[in-house]
C-alpha cells in the first residue's frame, strides 16, 4: 500500500517536471499557428493575453527563457561553485583555501536583489545578463557547500588509504570525493533551482528583467496580472506551467534525498 | 581550544570590518556601471539639457567617481551616512523611513514561521516517514514550490478583490488601526519560509532522535515531553537557527516583490528605487545596513548555536 | 537476592532467531557476566531487562525484574523500569551524552525524576563534584571522564540493576583497572551488575556468576570455571635478521603548523627485516601518530625515516614501489572504507595498482586473503557498513597485505577480535614475517604485544621511556609507566595488582599544550 | 473608443444633492524620493495634484486647452503681446495675508531664479523680463516680455507656475491660496491636507484630503478594495475588469493623450520624406488602438492636440495603405531591409506599441527590430539613439508642444525637426493678436508637419481615473487642465 502510494507519487512528481520541461524544449518547435484577437478575450483553447496573442501559443515559446535561464543559472553557479569549493576542500595549501573562500565570505551579506538589479537594470533587458547574475549570486553558497560536503570527505581516512593504495587523484575525487559531495548536492539542487526559478521570475516580474512583451512565463504571470479577472488562463496557464516544475522537481529531490537516506541506512 | 575563542571574535570582527569595506566599494562600482547619473534621470520634458548640467555640478556629479567615493566614505567614518541625490534629505532619513515597514513585516512573518516552524518539525521529526510526516512535508513543498507573487496575485484577486475581507494594499492604512494589512503579506512570505525552516528542524529532530544520547536518556526514564523538549530540541534547533540566518537574503527577495504588490514602502523599494534612480549614497547606505544586518544576523546565529550546542564551536 | 529473572527469552527478527530461550539471573551484590563471541546476543539479551529492542525484533519469553514483569508472551508489558530500576550503560558511553546540555543538568534533572542523589553518584563515579565541573559541557571532558560521567548518570538513577556493556574497550590496562575497583566498590553497596564482556579477564576479576552465549543460546553457565580457557596465541617466531630495514632518527611530530603542539618527541626506531617491533603506551601518547609518519600520512613531523638506508619521503612524494613496501593498517577501520563500495572490490584495488594485477586474479587473491582471516566470500562481497566490526577489522589488514609489503604497521588490529579472529590474524603476520616482512604492532594488551613482538618501545606523552626486548620489560620494568602498565595488565589474577592512588585516575598520558 | 463609461461628472450624479464632509483618498503614481513639496520644482503628477489642492496659479487652462482666468481674474496686453496686466482676484492666503500684486512678481522671480536649476517653468518663462516687471496696484500687476508672445497666458497656467506668499523660503510649510491646507507630507507615501474655510471660490465639500503615491496594480487595488476613492490613471484593463462590477467607476476624458512612433528626419532612412511617409501609411491605427490601448482611445492622425485649442479639424483621416507603402519603400529601396526601433519600458505601452508595429511594417517588405532600452534613462536616450522610437505626449497647449519639441532649439525635439523656416513662421504666428489669424497660421505648420514631420501619431489613449461609486463631482477632463484632480468640487455621497 504505503509503497504504491510512494511509487504514484514519484510518477506524479515526474510528470510535474517533465510537463513544464517538454513544453519548454519542444515547444518552440511546433508548429502551432497561434491565433491573434483582442486583449483577454477568449479566442483559442486558453483564450488571449493583454496583446491579443494567443496564450497557449505563448505557453509553447515562453518556457526557454523561463526555465532555461534559471537551470543554466543553477549549472553555472554549480560550475564555478562546484570548482572553487573542490578545489579549496582539495588543496594542502591553506593559502589557496583561504585565497579562493574568503573572497566569497566578503561577496555573502551582498543583497542578491541589489546585483541582479543592478545588471538587470545595466544591462536592460538581456536574459544573459540575467543568468549570469543569478548564476553568480548563488557561487557563495554553492562554493560553500561543496567544500564543507568534500571537506568532510577528502580529509577523512578512506581518502588517505585510497592514496595509501595508489589510486590516482582523479579516482580519487571523481570516483569518491566526487561521489560523496553528490548526496548534499542533489539535497541542494532542489531548493537551488526554485530558488532561480524564483528570483529570475521576481526579476521579470518586477519589470527589471526580459521585455515586457516577451513570451517568457514569468513575464506573461507579471504582465497579465490585471487582466486575471479578464482572461484568467493568461496568467494561471504559465504560473502553473512554472509552478509544476519547481513543486515537481522538489518532490523528486526529496524522494532522492529520502531514497539514498534509506538506502544508507537499510545497509548500515 | 578553548583558548581560541578571543582571537577568534577578533578575527571575525576584523572580516566584518573588511567585507564591508569591500561590499561598500563593490556597491559604488556596481552602481556607476548603470547608464545614466542622478541628473540625467531627471531630463524629462520639464528640464532642459541646460538645467541638467547645472543640476548635476549642484550634486557633485561631475567629479570623479574615485573623489566621491572617499568622501562618501570619509562621510560614513563620521557616521553620515550622506545625502540623498534624489530628495536632497539625508540618507540616514531615508534608511530610518523604510526600514519600520520592512522590519515589522519580516518580524512578524518571523513570529508566525518560527514557532509554527518548529513545532511542525517537531512532529515530523518524531513522526519520520509516517504519514503525517509526509502530508506535511507535501504541503509546505508545495506552499514553498510556488513563486511568491503568483501567491499573492492570486491572494489579493481572492481575499481583497472577490471576497472583501482583507486590505489589498497598505496603500491609505495604517498599520496601528488596522492590524490585517500584515495578514496578506505574511501569507506570502510564510509558504517558502515555514518549509526551509521546518525541514531544518525535522532534520535536526530526525539526527537527534536517532544520536545515542536520546536513546540513553529514554532508557534512563526520561518522560517523552521532557525529552523533546529539554534534550531534542536545543540539538535540533540548530540546523534550524544556521537556515534562519540564511534566509534573511532569501526573506529579502520575497519581500521586495510583497512590498511592490501591497505597496509597502519598505527597505526593498527604497534600494531598488535607489538603483532605478541612480541615488548612489542612498544605495550605498541601505547596502550598508543591510550587510551589517546580515553580519549581524550571522554572528547572532553562530552565537545562539553556540549557546544551544557548545560543541558546534569547536567545529568551525 | 534475586534481582532479575530471565526464563526462556527470546528475539526473533523475521525468521531470525537471535537470542534463543536464554535464562538467566541477576542477584544483589554480584556481577554477573554475560559472555561470548560478537553477534552471539548480548547486547540483545540485556536490552530486553529494559524492555527494550531494536527495530523488527520481537521479545518473547519471560523477563521478571524486580518483582515487575517487563517481558512476557505478548512482548514488552512496561518500560517502567528504565532508570528507576534498571540503568544501561552502553558500549560507547562517549555518543550517549548530550553535547548542548551540562552535565550537571542532565544529573540533577535524573536525580529529580528517580529521587536520586547526583552528588552520590558523582562521588561513586570517582568524579570532581565541584560545581565548575558540574557546569561543563562533555565536549569538555577526556574519554576516560565521559565515561564515568555516563556512569554516574546511571547511577543518579538509583537502579537496583546495572547492565554495563563493553564497558573496557578501548580502555589502556592502567585506566581498565580502575573500572574493576570501582565496579567491586558498587557491588559491595549491593547493587546488582550485569556485565557484557568479551574480555575474559575482566569477567575473571568480577564476576561471581557467569553465562556464556553462543548463537543467541546459552551453552554454559556457573562460576567463573565455565569460561574458556586462555587460549594460547600463537607466537610469531624469530626470523629477523640484523640489516635495519626501515630507520626513524628523530622524528618530532606536531599537529599544528611550525611545530605547535608536538605529540611525538624525538623518537629513534628500527626495525629490521622479519622482525617485530610492539610500540605500548597510554591512550593519547602518541602511538598512532607516530606510525602514521612512518606510513608518510603524517606530514608535520622533523627528523628523517630511512628505508633500505633511502629517505622515505611523505606519502605522496614515494614512488610506486614505495608505495607498496610501507602499508598501513588503521586504527578506525571502519572509517577507513568507502561506504558505497563492496568490501572485496576495495581490498582488491591493492594488489591491481600496487602489484599491477589484472582484476580478476587481484579478486581472487583478495577472496582467498579474507577467506583465511575468517572472513567469507559473501560477506565481504557486501559494503562495509553490513560487516560486523571485527570483521571489517580484519579485511583492513587483507587489504594491506594484499600489497606484499616489506613493512606492515599494524595499529591496533585485534580490538574488536575474540581469541579465534586473534589467533588467524596471528597466523597470517607470523608467515609474512617468516617471508621477511617486517612489523610494526601498536597495541595496549601487553600481555599479546610481548607474544608478537621481538622488540618493544614504550611511549609516554610522545616520548619514548623505555625499549627493549618483551620478556625484559614485562619482567624487569624499568620505567614508571611501564611498571604500572604490566601490573595494571594483571587483572585476571587471583590476587589483583593494589590501586594506584585516586589522583592519580585523572593523569592522562597526554602530551602538554 | 470604447463605451462612455459614465463620464462622471455633475451632471451624472443625476439629482444627488452635493453633500459636505468627509475624507478623499486619491492615489497617484507615485514617485519614491523624487516627490517634491516645492511647487516649483514639480513635475510628477502626484506633485501637481498635491500643489493644485494647495496652491494656484494666476491662470488656467479649460477643457481644450484655452486659458482660463484663476487667480488673475481677467488680463489683457498692451496690442503686441509684449506687456501684459493682470488683474488679482480677491483671494487669501492661508495665513490670512491677501493676494497682493508682490506675491505674484515674487512667485515669478523665484520661479527663474538662476541659481535654482530645478524650478521647471524657468525656461518657458524665459521671455519675462522682471526688471520691468511691476505691480501697478494692489490687485494689478504688469509683466514685460522682451519678446511679443500672445500665447503668455498659456505659459503662467504651465507646470510649477503657481503663486506663493511673498518672501515665501520654506517649501515644507506650504502656504498658498488653494482650496486645501497643508496638514503633512511624506515623500513618496502620503500627503494629508484639510479644507479651507476661507477659499475665495466655493470652499470644498470634502473636509480632508489624503494624496497618497502607489504603482498601477496598487492603486487598482486600493480604489477596488475601498482603501482609497479616487485613483489616477487607471489602464484600459483596469477600466475594462473595473466595469464588470459595481464599487468603481471610470471616469474617461476621451483622446485627452498622444502616442505616438517618432523618426529622425535627419537620419537614415528617414532622412528621405518617402520613407516617412509609407511608415505613416503602413501603421495599422485601428490595431494598435485595439490592442495596446484596448480600445480605449481613438487612432491618430499624425498631429498632437486633436480637440485642443488650434487644432487644425478640417484635416483627413491618415489610413492605412500598405501597397502605396511598398511603392515609397521600393523607390527608397528599403524593401528587405532591417531598421531598429528603440523603445523602452519607460511608459505603458511603449514596447508592446513597438512590437506590434514591427509586424505590421513586415507585411511591407521591411524588418523592423525592436530593441529595448532603460526605461530610466530613455527620455535623454531617445534623442540621441535609434532612428525611430516611441513617444508619448500629455495634455499641453499645441504652442507649447511646438516650443518643446519641434523648433531647432527644442530641449526635447526627438523627431530632429530642424527648420528655420518653420522656426521663424511659428515665431511669427505666436505674435499674432488675433486669435483667428494666429490659429489660421498655427494651421499651416500642422499640415505640413502631417505631411513631412516624422510624428507618427497612431493613437490618442483616453485619460482614465477611477472613483469609488460614492464619489460625485469628478470631471472628465484631460490632465493639466483646470477641473483635472480638482478636489474642491467633488463630494461624497
Ligand atoms: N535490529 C536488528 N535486526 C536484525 N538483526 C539484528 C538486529 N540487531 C541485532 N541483530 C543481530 O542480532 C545478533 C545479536 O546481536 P547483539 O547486538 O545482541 O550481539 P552482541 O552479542 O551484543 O555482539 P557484540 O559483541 O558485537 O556487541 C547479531 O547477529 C546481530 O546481527
Ligand atoms: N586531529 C587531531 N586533532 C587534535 N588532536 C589530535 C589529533 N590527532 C591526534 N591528536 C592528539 O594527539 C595525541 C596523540 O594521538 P594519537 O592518536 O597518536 O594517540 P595514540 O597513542 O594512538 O592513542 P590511542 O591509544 O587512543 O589510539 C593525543 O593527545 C590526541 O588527542
Ligand atoms: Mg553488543
Ligand atoms: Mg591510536
Ligand atoms: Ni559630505
Redesign the pocket.
Same mark, same amino acid.
Do not use: N, P, W
Given at each position: 500500500m504505503i509503497a504504491r502510494a510512494r511509487s504514484v507519487r514519484g510518477w506524479v512528481a515526474a510528470v510535474m517536471v517533465l510537463l513544464p520541461l517538454v513544453v519548454a524544449v519542444i515547444g518552440p518547435f511546433l508548429p502551432y499557428d497561434a491565433a491573434k484577437g483582442l486583449p483577454y478575450s477568449s479566442e483559442g483553447l486558453l483564450g488571449t493575453d493583454g496583446l491579443g496573442r494567443d496564450v497557449l501559443g505563448l505557453l509553447l515559446v515562453g518556457g526557454r527563457t523561463a526555465l532555461g535561464m534559471a537551470a543554466g543559472a543553477v549549472v553555472l553557479a554549480y560550475l564555478m561553485g562546484g570548482l572553487i569549493g573542490l578545489t579549496a576542500a582539495s588543496t594542502r595549501h591553506r593559502w589557496l583555501d583561504e585565497g579562493l573562500m574568503r573572497p566569497l565570505d566578503v561577496l555573502l551579506p551582498l543583497p542578491s536583489l541589489l546585483v541582479i538589479s543592478v545588471v538587470a537594470v545595466g544591462w536592460s533587458a538581456s536574459a544573459l545578463a540575467i543568468t549570469v547574475a543569478v548564476a553568480m549570486v548563488n557561487v557563495p553558497t554553492v562554493a560553500r557547500l561543496v567544500r564543507a560536503a568534500a571537506l568532510d570527505a577528502a580529509s577523512g581516512p578512506v581518502v588517505e588509504a585510497l592514496r595509501m593504495q595508489r589510486e590516482s587523484w582523479a579516482r580519487i575525487q571523481l570516483g569518491y570525493v566526487g561521489r560523496s559531495v553528490l548526496g548534499p548536492v542533489a539535497a541542494d539542487l532542489g531548493t537551488r533551482i526554485t530558488l532561480a526559478v524564483f528570483l529570475v521570475a521576481s526579476v521579470n516580474f518586477l519589470g527589471l528583467g526580459l521585455s515586457p512583451t516577451a513570451p517568457d512565463w514569468a513575464v506573461s504571470v507579471s504582465r497579465n496580472r490585471e487582466g486575471l479577472l479578464l482572461q484568467p488562463w493568461s496568467v494561471l496557464a504559465p504560473a502553473l506551467l512554472l509552478v509544476s516544475f519547481t513543486l515537481g522537481f522538489n518532490l523528486l529531490a526529496d524522494r532522492i534525498v529520502h531514497r539514498s537516506r534509506r538506502l544508507v541506512e537499510s545497509a548500515s | 581550544m578553548r583558548l581560541l575563542a578571543v582571537p577568534y571574535a577578533v578575527q571575525r570582527t576584523l572580516l566584518a570590518v573588511v567585507q564591508l569595506a569591500v561590499l561598500s566599494v563593490l556597491v559604488f562600482v556596481l552602481t556607476s556601471l548603470l547608464p545614466g547619473d542622478a541628473a540625467e534621470l531627471r531630463f524629462t520634458e520639464t528640464l532642459t539639457p541646460e538645467q541638467v548640467a547645472g543640476l548635476r555640478i549642484e550634486l557633485g556629479l561631475d567629479r570623479p567617481a574615485p573623489e566621491r567615493f572617499v568622501h562618501w566614505l570619509g562621510d560614513v567614518l563620521t557616521g553620515d551616512l550622506g545625502t540623498s541625490l534624489i530628495s536632497g534629505g539625508p540618507v540616514a532619513g531615508i534608511v530610518r523611513h523604510s526600514i519600520g515597514a520592512t522590519l515589522v513585516l519580516t518580524l512578524a512573518t518571523l513570529a508566525v514561521v518560527v514557532p509554527l516552524a518548529v513545532a511542525l518539525g517537531i512532529v515530523m521529526g518524531t513522526r519520520e516517514n509516517g504519514r503525517i510526516d509526509r502530508a506535511i512535508t507535501s504541503v509546505t513543498l508545495a506552499l514553498s514550490a510556488i513563486p511568491d507573487f503568483v501567491i499573492a496575485v492570486v491572494l489579493v484577486a481572492v481575499f481583497s478583490l472577490k471576497l472583501g475581507w482583507l486590505p489589498a494594499t497598505w496603500i491609505g492604512g495604517d498599520l496601528l488601526s488596522s492590524p490585517a494589512l500584515l495578514i496578506l503579506p505574511i501569507a506570502v512570505l510564510f509558504g517558502r519560509t515555514v518549509c526551509l525552516l521546518s525541514r531544518q528542524v525535522r532534520a535536526g529532530t530526525v539526527a537527534a532522535l536517532n544520536a545515542e544520547y536520546i536513546t540513553q536518556a529514554r532508557r534512563l526514564g526520561v518522560p517523552r515531553r521532557r525529552l523533546l523538549l529539554r534534550h531534542v530540541l536545543p540539538n535540533a534547533a540548530v540546523p534550524g537557527v544556521q537556515e534562519l540566518a540564511r534566509t534573511g537574503d532569501t526573506l529579502l527577495g520575497g519581500v521586495l516583490v510583497v512590498e511592490a504588490i501591497f505597496a509597502i514602502p519598505g527597505f526593498a523599494t527604497a534600494l531598488v528605487d535607489g538603483v532605478e534612480t541612480r541615488d548612489i549614497p542612498t544605495v550605498q547606505g541601505l547596502t550598508l545596513v543591510l550587510a551589517v544586518a546580515a553580519l549581524l544576523i550571522n554572528l547572532a546565529a553562530d552565537l545562539t548555536c553556540n549557546r544551544l550546542v557548545p560543541r558546534t564551536a569547536l567545529l568551525r | 537476592m534475586t534481582l532479575v529473572r530471565v526464563t526462556g527469552l527470546s #528475539?526473533t $527478527? +523475521?525468521s $531470525?532467531v537471535?537470542?534463543d530461550r536464554v535464562s538467566f539471573e541477576v542477584m544483589a551484590g554480584e556481577v554477573t557476566a554475560l559472555v +561470548? #563471541? &560478537? !553477534? &552471539? +546476543?548480548? @547486547? @540483545?539479551?540485556? %536490552?530486553a531487562l529494559l524492555g527494550e =529492542? /531494536? $527495530? /523488527?525484533?520481537r521479545l518473547d519469553g519471560r523477563v521478571e525484574v524486580d518483582g515487575e514483569v517487563v517481558v512476557d508472551g505478548n512482548g514488552v508489558t512496561t518500560a517502567e523500569v528504565r532508570g528507576r530500576v534498571v540503568a544501561y550503560m552502553p558500549?560507547h558511553p562517549g555518543s550517549a551524552l548530550n553535547p548542548a546540555r551540562r552535565i550537571g543538568t542532565t544529573l540533577r534533572e535524573l536525580a529529580k525524576l528517580h529521587n536520586g542523589d547526583a552528588a552520590d553518584a558523582v562521588r561513586a563515579a570517582q568524579l570532581p563534584g565541584d560545581r565548575a565541573t558540574l557546569k561543563r559541557f562533555p565536549y569538555q571532558f577526556s574519554g576516560g571522564q565521559r565515561q564515568r560521567i555516563a556512569l554516574a548518570q546511571t547511577l543518579t538513577c538509583r537502579p537496583k540493576v546495572l547492565v554495563l556493556?563493553?564497558p573496557s574497550t578501548g580502555l589502556d590496562s592502567i585506566t581498565r583497572l580502575h573500572l574493576v575497583h570501582e565496579l567491586r566498590e558498587l557491588a559491595s553497596t549491593g547493587l546488582g551488575i550485569l556485565l %557484557?564482556s =568479551?574480555d575474559l579477564d575482566l569477567v575473571r576479576a568480577l564476576a561471581t556468576r557467569v553465562v556464556v552465549?553462543d548463537a +543467541?543460546q546459552v551453552i554454559a553457565s556457573g562460576a567463573t570455571d565455565v569460561l574458556p580457557d586462555r587460549e594460547d596465541l600463537p607466537t610469531l617466531g624469530t626470523s629477523a635478521s640484523s640489516t635495519p630495514l626501515l630507520r626513524a632518527r628523530k622524528v618530532t611530530a606536531s599537529l599544528r603548523p611550525r611545530g605547535r603542539d608536538v605529540v611525538v618527541r624525538d623518537v629513534d626506531l628500527t626495525v629490521p627485516a622479519g622482525s617485530c617491533l610492539g610500540i605500548v603506551g597510554r591512550s593519547g601518547s602518541g602511538k598512532t601518530t607516530l606510525a602514521r609518519c612512518l606510513a608518510g600520512l603524517h606530514e608535520r613531523y622533523t627528523g628523517t625515516v630511512l628505508l633500505d638506508d633511502a629517505p622515505l619521503p611523505v606519502l605522496r612524494k614515494r614512488t610506486g614501489e614505495q608505495h607498496r613496501r610501507v602499508q598501513y593498517v588503521w586504527q578506525e577501520v571502519r572509517g577507513s572504507f568507502d561506504e558505497r563500495r563492496p568490501v572485496d572490490q576495495q581490498v582488491a584495488r591493492t594488489a591491481e595498482r600496487l602489484r599491477g594485477l589484472a582484476p580478476g586474479p587481484a579478486h581472487a587473491e583478495a577472496v582467498s586473503t579474507l577467506a583465511r582471516l575468517g572472513v567469507a566470500a559473501i560477506t565481504a562481497a557486501r559494503p562495509p557498513s553490513r560487516l &560486523? /566490526? !571485527?570483521e571489517l577489522q580484519r579485511a583492513a589488514l587483507a587489504r594491506a597485505v594484499l600489497a606484499n609489503p616489506d613493512v606492515l604497521i599494524c595499529d591496533e588490529i585485534t580490538t #574488536?577480535l575474540d581469541d579465534h579472529g586473534t589467533a588467524l590474524v596471528l597466523e597470517l603476520l607470523a608467515e609474512l614475517k617468516s617471508r621477511g616482512t617486517a612489523l610494526i604492532w601498536i597495541g595496549h594488551d601487553l600481555g599479546l604485544v610481548a607474544a608478537v613482538a621481538d622488540r618493544v618501545l614504550v611511549l609516554d606523552a610522545g616520548h619514548v621511556v623505555e625499549q627493549g626486548p618483551p620478556a625484559t620489560l614485562t619482567t624487569a620494568p624499568q620505567h614508571e609507566l611501564t611498571r604500572r602498565l604490566v601490573a595494571a595488565a594483571r587483572i585476571g589474577d587471583p590476587e589483583s595488582p593494589p590501586l594506584v592512588s585516586s589522583a592519580e585516575t585523572y593523569s592522562r598520558s597526554e602530551p602538554r599544550r | 473608443g470604447a463605451d462612455s463609461g459614465a463620464g462622471g461628472g455633475a451632471g451624472s450624479g443625476a439629482a444627488a444633492q452635493p453633500k459636505q464632509g468627509g475624507r478623499l483618498r486619491a492615489v497617484y503614481a507615485g514617485g519614491g524620493a523624487k516627490e517634491v513639496l516645492d511647487p516649483h520644482v514639480q513635475s510628477l503628477f502626484v506633485d501637481i495634484a498635491r500643489h493644485k489642492a494647495m496652491y494656484e496659479k494666476l491662470v488656467e487652462l479649460g477643457p481644450d486647452l484655452k486659458p482660463v482666468p484663476r487667480l488673475a481674474s481677467k488680463w489683457d496686453h498692451d496690442g503686441t503681446a509684449t506687456t501684459w496686466r493682470f488683474t488679482l482676484r480677491d483671494a487669501t492666503f492661508h495665513d490670512g495675508g491677501n493676494l497682493v500684486a508682490e506675491d505674484v512678481l515674487y512667485s515669478l522671480s523665484r520661479i527663474v531664479d538662476p541659481a535654482v536649476p530645478e524650478r521647471v517653468a524657468q525656461s518657458s518663462l524665459a521671455t519675462l523680463d522682471l526688471k520691468r516687471s511691476k505691480a501697478i496696484g494692489p490687485a494689478t500687476v504688469e509683466l514685460v516680455l522682451t519678446a511679443p508672445n500672445a500665447e503668455f497666458p498659456a505659459l503662467l497656467a504651465g507646470i510649477g507656475t503657481q503663486i506663493v506668499r511673498n518672501g515665501f523660503k520654506d517649501p515644507s510649510k506650504p502656504v498658498g491660496t488653494g482650496a486645501f491646507r497643508y496638514v503633512s507630507f511624506e515623500a513618496g507615501r502620503s500627503m494629508i491636507a484639510s479644507r479651507y474655510d476661507d477659499y475665495w471660490d466655493e470652499p470644498a465639500r470634502i473636509e480632508e484630503l489624503h494624496i497618497l503615491s502607489a504603482d498601477a496594480e496598487a492603486r487598482a487595488n486600493a480604489v477596488q478594495g475601498g482603501q482609497a476613492e479616487y485613483a489616477n490613471d487607471m489602464t484600459a484593463t483596469f477600466a475594462r475588469t473595473a466595469e464588470a462590477g459595481k464599487t468603481v467607476r471610470i471616469v474617461a476624458a476621451k483622446a485627452s493623450t498622444m502616442q505616438a512612433f517618432v523618426m529622425k528626419v535627419d537620419q537614415p532612412p528617414f532622412d528621405n520624406p518617402d520613407v516617412r511617409l509609407a511608415f505613416k501609411l503602413l501603421a495599422d491605427r485601428q490595431r494598435l488602438v485595439d490592442v495596446v490601448l484596448a480600445g480605449r482611445g481613438e487612432v491618430g492622425n499624425d498631429l498632437f492636440g486633436k480637440g485642443y485649442q488650434y487644432y487644425p479639424a478640417g484635416l483627413p483621416q491618415r489610413e492605412r495603405d500598405v501597397d502605396r507603402a511598398k511603392a515609397l519603400l521600393a523607390k527608397a529601396g528599403l524593401i528587405g531591409k532591417q531598421v531598429e526601433i528603440f523603445t523602452a519600458d519607460a511608459s505603458a505601452g511603449f514596447v508592446e506599441a513597438a512590437t506590434l508595429f514591427a509586424e505590421q511594417v513586415a507585411e511591407a517588405g521591411v524588418r523592423l527590430k525592436v530593441s529595448t532600452g532603460s526605461p530610466q534613462t530613455y527620455a535623454k536616450d531617445l534623442l540621441t539613439k535609434g532612428a525611430i522610437g516611441n513617444h508619448r505626449s500629455g495634455a499641453m497647449t499645441i504652442p507649447q508642444y511646438f516650443t518643446d519639441r519641434l523648433l531647432s532649439q527644442s530641449p526635447f525635439n526627438v523627431t530632429h525637426w530642424r527648420r528655420p523656416a518653420f522656426d521663424s513662421a511659428f515665431a511669427a504666428a505666436r505674435a499674432v493678436t488675433s486669435e483667428q489669424e494666429r490659429s489660421a497660421k498655427y494651421g499651416v505648420l500642422q499640415k505640413t508637419l502631417r505631411d513631412e514631420g516624422g510624428i507618427l501619431a497612431w493613437g490618442l489613449p483616453d485619460y482614465l481615473v477611477a472613483v469609488s461609486a460614492k464619489v460625485q463631482g469628478v470631471q472628465a477632463v484631460p490632465p493639466n487642465t483646470l477641473d483635472q484632480g480638482r478636489f474642491d468640487k467633488v463630494w461624497l455621497a
Open positions: - | - | #528475539a $527478527a +523475521g $531470525a537471535l537470542v +561470548g #563471541a &560478537s !553477534g &552471539s +546476543g548480548k @547486547t @540483545t539479551s540485556a %536490552l =529492542h /531494536g $527495530a /523488527g525484533i558500549q556493556d563493553e %557484557l =568479551h552465549l +543467541g &560486523s /566490526g !571485527g #574488536a | -
